[in-house]
């Protein structure tokens, strides 16, 4: 037997998470919220630089702890609003990474573990100061672009190990005779050529190098050239490429965040309001499936309601006479030969 009250608790279900949503979205969405959030990251990270200073510490440290609690309180308001605004989509609100960021950074201030140790406390709140990148395009873009550049990153970090161990061995063979303070062991010689890279001592390098030979000069001069120039341009040209494709991916990410569904004013003494909903939510649906498919999916005309379709004419309809080219309908048998009774 069908149980006829679970559709109608569904529908008062959906519609109360759509409430909830519209009024939630009203307030994260206005620009007072996210300022209002940004200051509290910026007063998050100015205690946190109160409390490094001991002596303000052991003045204020009552007071300290009790704004802390604030903050928390205040991100934890902050993170309930916005699970609020996704209720009637909650697939949305996970697929955003900064949302699990945020979570996850307000979450663990609640483990008991974590709060019992200062020092992964201390961390844990220093990490609050990056949610600042949410709500500033720019810092979130440089960021992510950071990110995808570590590949890049670490096959520059390979190549440069490998170069500086092969001049450090280099120099180490020519130079740790007359040179020990700088060439006298491997790791000093890869010290003295890491200094070299950002060209800090260049100079005193070429003039002991030159007391030591002549041809010394081509040693620093092609290391230079590789280090310095090759290799640094090499990471920028990593690092602007990054950038663009992070760039490229905050404009398509723009693109495809749908628009928040608008808030529908339900008309009093309505009985056919929830079924119009249901419909529209169905058309949504249909649409978001069709977009999914890309070109599997039929053609729009085959999900064509059929009351728009054009009806086709009756069987027993009478046609229409055509119009003949030499005279107006009814001429013809006049042009033939007039009526037949004519004869």
């Known amino acids: ?3 006829w009250g679970t559709p109608m608790t569904q529908e008062t279900t959906a519609g109360a998470r759509r409430r909830l949503a519209e009024r939630c979205r009203a307030v994260t969405e206005a620009r007072g919220f996210a300022v209002a959030v940004f200051a509290l990251i910026l007063g998050n990270a100015l205690l946190l630089g109160v409390e490094t200073y001991s002596g303000a510490v052991e003045r204020w440290h009552g007071g300290l702890k009790l704004v802390e609690h604030g903050f928390l309180a205040a991100f934890t308001a902050e993170i309930l609003l916005r699970l609020g605004a996704h209720a009637d989509r909650p697939k949305e609100f996970v697929r ?3 949302n699990v960021f945020d979570v996850l950074v307000v979450l663990c201030a609640f483990v008991p573990v974590v709060r019992e140790n200062a020092t992964v406390l201390r961390l844990l709140r ?3 100061v990056l949610r600042a990148a949410r709500f500033l395009p720019q810092l979130r873009v440089v960021m992510v672009a950071m990110a995808r550049s570590l590949p890049g990153t670490v096959s520059f970090l390979l190549v440069g190990a490998l170069l500086l161990y092969v001049y450090a061995m280099v120099g180490w063979v020519f130079f740790a005779p007359d040179d020990p303070e700088h060439y006298g062991s491997l790791g000093r010689a890869v010290l003295t050529l890491f200094l070299l890279m950002t060209l800090d001592g260049l ?3 070429v003039r002991t190098g030159l007391e030591i030979s002549r041809w ?4 620093h001069a092609s290391y230079v050239l590789l280090a310095s120039f090759v290799l640094v341009n090499v990471l920028i040209g990593v690092v602007l490429n990054s950038l663009d494709e992070a760039r490229d991916m905050e404009r398509d ?3 495809r965040t749908p628009p928040a569904p608008p808030a529908t004013t339900p008309v009093p003494g309505d009985p056919h309001r929830l079924v119009r909903e249901r419909i529209a939510r169905a058309r949504r649906a249909l649409d978001e499936l069709e977009e999914s498919l890309g070109p599997l999916a039929p053609p729009r005309a085959a999900r064509e309601d059929p ?3 054009r009806t086709p004419p009756c069987r027993g309809a009478r046609p229409v006479p055509a119009r003949h080219p030499f005279g107006p309908p009814g001429a013809g048998g006049a042009a033939g030969g ?3 009774g004519a004869h």
């Open 307 to 309: 009351s728009e379709r």
């Open 1 to 3: 037997m069908r149980e």
């Open 253 to 255: 990410a723009d693109e």
């Open 126 to 128: 220093l990490a609050r």
């Open 203 to 205: 100079g005193d390098a």
């Open 96 to 98: 955003d990474p900064w």
């Open 216 to 219: 010394s000069i081509l040693y």
């Open 338 to 340: 007039g009526a037949p």
